[in-house]
């Protein structure tokens, strides 16, 4: 039970520094209060379960007595039920439903003919009906390959035709399992259950085989999204999640924009991490840029030594961990902390050697480890960080309302600039950041939080000077939720090819629904006639 407090409304003129006093004592100890008494809620929750029973359950409100007006004692009726449509704005005014199956292709038709029709009586054509009908069964098909035996001794047998590739399950099936564990989140031990059902003949581990085994042509279409991503794209978003392997906790990152996704499970989340999934490879290099790099993004602590000796080393290519391990022991840089930085800049030179990727803006939630090249930030994620304040008072809680106001107000602004970029519009807005977060209020954690994003202006703001980069990850955020969805279904993977397949198909089917395309169509044309464009194709010419 939750007890509210009222404090009285006591006049400007009657309160005294004495008054004053006391009321923000009573505030606090009613603050302090409340926080005990949600306390004591979690720790009863606590004691139920460790007894075996359930957690006390949450009602919320009727939705229906809120729209309706109404007691909840009382009945909804047709007269109590207000009519929200405003007939002054057409977009709330009602459509009329059209029906959409006049141009709906007919496989089976049948006229039925009324009964008992009196003698007398005109033909006046028909109405027409249409059902819509799905036909399942199972079909085995028998190929009698024929034999011959030719006059000098050879044997000559009857090839498969081609779609079959030497299987005992047909391209259809094929393409509906993959299908239905990749897109409908079915575990393999239900998909098993459902397909016996229908009378198809099948152990798990075939299944298993059929999900995972000889999809090279998949994974390669695969990595080839993120190759033209990462020369023809002006911007990705990305993103992680956690995601289990072999009974242990991983990650997955996200990385996209409007027209693809490409996901990668891996053990860590760092920056190195990340750099090699860029690179796609363990590829290294040493060269200028590489030094620069480190340089100028804060890596500059590093003992002069190491910089010394690392711009001393010819320019090198190294391919493989193992190579460039034992490069750097060569250098005597053994420090754990001067390896990941080296690593760094060597990935960084790897990859601007293989093309223009320092214009490449990549925005992020603000995670660390996606901090390189031309970095920017979320608004929704930066915001956020004043949005979970906890208001100790009234005028705290009008210092946060006034700032959000204002934070919401500026990224309205933002989207408008992104429309029509102007370098006036541009000043001011950069003048209404400091404004902004520069500021100070009564409520001294809200003065770090805004002192803390004003510092990362430059990133908040860099659509000021690439205006067709977007100002929030929502598109990350999206994607990354069906892969999250289907981490909590299916728990996690447990073999390598697995956690590949897992990754390949979820990027693949994210990258045909932004590509306009059926994933349905793309499963069952890379088993059969193989004409659809490869996606890497298709995100070249959108990207052009």
Not at 68 to 80: A, H, L, M, Q, R
């Amino acid at each position: 039970m939750t007890i509210k407090f009222k404090l009285p409304d006591i006049p400007e003129v009657e309160q005294t520094p004495i008054v004053k006093g006391l009321l923000a004592l009573v505030e606090q100890l009613i603050e302090h209060s409340q926080k005990q008494q949600e306390d004591i809620e979690v720790m009863k929750d606590e004691i139920r379960i460790l007894k075996g029973q359930k957690k006390r359950p949450k009602f919320e409100p009727s939705k229906l007595d809120e729209s309706t007006n109404v007691e909840p004692d009382e009945k909804p009726s047709e007269d109590n039920i207000a009519d929200k449509s405003d007939p002054k704005d057409p977009l709330k005014k009602q459509k009329k439903k059209r029906s959409n199956k006049k141009n709906l292709p007919v496989d089976r038709e049948r006229r039925i003919t009324p009964d008992n029709i009196p003698d007398g009586s005109q033909y006046k054509g028909y109405r027409d009906f249409y059902v819509q009908e799905l036909v399942i069964h199972s079909e085995n098909i028998r190929y009698r390959l024929e034999r011959w035996l030719t006059p000098d001794g050879k044997l000559l047998t009857g090839q498969l035709p081609d779609p079959l590739e030497n299987r005992h399950y047909g391209s259809t099936l094929v393409t509906y399992l993959l299908y239905q564990h990749h897109h409908c989140q079915t575990t393999q031990p239900l998909l098993l259950e459902q397909i016996r059902e229908w009378g198809i003949k099948m152990s798990s581990g075939q299944l298993n085989r059929l999900l995972t085994e000889n999809k090279e042509r998949f994974h390669d279409e695969k990595d080839g999204l993120l190759e033209v991503a990462l020369t023809q794209a002006d911007y990705i978003t990305v993103d992680d999640s956690g995601a289990r392997h072999k009974g242990k906790n991983g990650y997955v990152t996200h990385i996209g924009n409007e027209f693809f996704a490409w996901f990668s499970s891996t053990p860590t989340k760092s920056r190195v991490n990340f750099l090699r999934l860029l690179n796609g490879e363990d590829y290294y290099r040493l060269s200028p840029e590489a030094l620069t790099y480190m340089r100028e993004h804060k890596l500059k602590n590093v003992p002069r030594k190491l910089l010394d000796a690392l711009a001393a080393s010819p320019i090198v290519e190294f391919t493989g961990k193992e190579a460039w391990s034992k490069h750097l022991e060569q250098l005597n840089i053994t420090d754990e902390r001067h390896i990941r930085i080296a690593t760094e800049g060597g990935l960084i030179g790897a990859l601007l050697h293989k093309g223009d990727v320092e214009k490449l803006a990549i925005i992020s939630d603000g995670a660390g480890q996606f901090a390189v090249f031309q970095h920017g930030l979320c608004w929704v994620h930066a915001e956020r960080l004043i949005h979970v304040l906890l208001p100790m008072n009234d005028n705290h809680k009008k210092a946060v309302e006034g700032v959000r106001e204002q934070i919401w107000s500026l990224y309205r602004e933002l989207k408008l600039y992104k429309l029509n970029p102007c370098p006036k519009q541009a000043e001011v807005i950069s003048l209404s950041f400091d404004d902004i977060f520069q500021q100070k209020t009564a409520y001294v954690t809200l003065n770090r939080a805004l002192k803390r994003l004003n510092k990362l202006k430059s990133k908040l703001l860099l659509v000021l000077n690439r205006p067709e980069i977007p100002i929030h990850t929502n598109g990350s955020e999206t994607d990354i939720r069906d892969y999250v969805k289907k981490r909590k279904v299916s728990g996690g993977t447990r073999s390598d090819l697995g956690q590949q397949c897992r990754d390949t198909f979820a990027s693949l089917k994210k990258t045909c629904r932004k590509l306009g395309l059926s994933f349905w169509q793309y499963l069952a044309d890379r088993h059969h006639e193989n004409t659809i464009l490869p996606l890497p194709v298709m995100l070249r010419e959108k990207l052009s």
